[in-house]
């Protein structure tokens, strides 16, 4: 469905204020469908997003974030840590949100989304773990306990806001409330109910046990941002 949104034209915007809103992109959490929103907001050339490799190659070259922000930027967006735009938090003192999801379900998706990725794309460096079963990927470090990673240095109480994939729809209206947006009819690519638990067999419940055991820190994550924002 088609977004009913305003665009603001940058120039009306103060231009003693570089960052006013930090959006930190967790894998699998709705994200890139938040990003088309804020380049409709704000405007494509006031949002200036960043996938992983963006970041690991800035860092490789041994700049930061803030040394590439352009004038004209106002949203930052992407897929960087929250330690890797902690400086441009705390100069400009923008708006942080993020989104979660359930841990568990959060895995699953990454590891789906890995594996298409892996069979799509011909140059994908890690080509030769096509196939490589779910039991084995949740044993690696890399794919435990993302979101704590990114969010590591942060603290839920300091952000604007922070919704929830299983929520999304409401969370959404909640956010653009909050932003002072005008009205904004926004769904998500997936509806919000397909995230609701589902019924698991005996092989599958096996399996997300060992999920929730290597994802220990992001359970409690979850569960204390549930605690937060949601109760």
Not at 37 to 58: I, K, N, P, S, T
Request: with cysteine; aromatic share 10%; net charge positive.
């Amino acid at each position: 469905m088609p977004c009913a949104l305003f665009v603001p034209n940058c120039k009306e915007i103060n231009p003693k204020i570089m960052i006013e809103l930090v959006f930190i992109h967790l894998p699998k959490t709705g994200g890139s469908t938040i990003l088309k929103m804020l380049q409709a907001v704000y405007g494509e050339e006031c949002v200036m997003h960043f996938e992983r490799h963006d970041c690991l190659e800035l860092a490789a070259n041994k700049k930061k974030i803030s040394d590439v922000v352009l004038p004209q930027t106002r949203v930052i967006h992407g897929h960087f840590m929250y330690n890797e735009v902690k400086n441009i938090i705390k100069k400009d003192k923008p708006k942080v949100v993020t989104f979660l999801r359930n841990p568990v379900d959060r895995v699953i998706s990454n590891y789906n989304w890995w594996q298409h990725a892996l069979k799509t794309n011909a140059e994908a460096p890690e080509k030769h773990r096509i196939n490589e079963p779910i039991e084995s990927y949740i044993g690696n470090a890399p794919s435990q306990n993302k979101m704590s990673r990114f969010l590591k240095g942060a603290k839920l109480k300091d952000f604007f806001f922070v919704g929830f994939l299983e929520f999304f729809d409401a969370d959404i209206k909640t956010l653009a409330t909050k932003l002072n947006w005008p009205d904004v009819v926004v769904m998500h690519e997936k509806n919000s109910a397909n995230f609701a638990p589902k019924k698991q067999g005996a092989d599958d419940a096996l399996l997300r046990n060992k999920i929730e055991k290597y994802n220990r820190k992001d359970v409690k994550l979850y569960t204390q941002a549930l605690q937060m924002w949601r109760i």
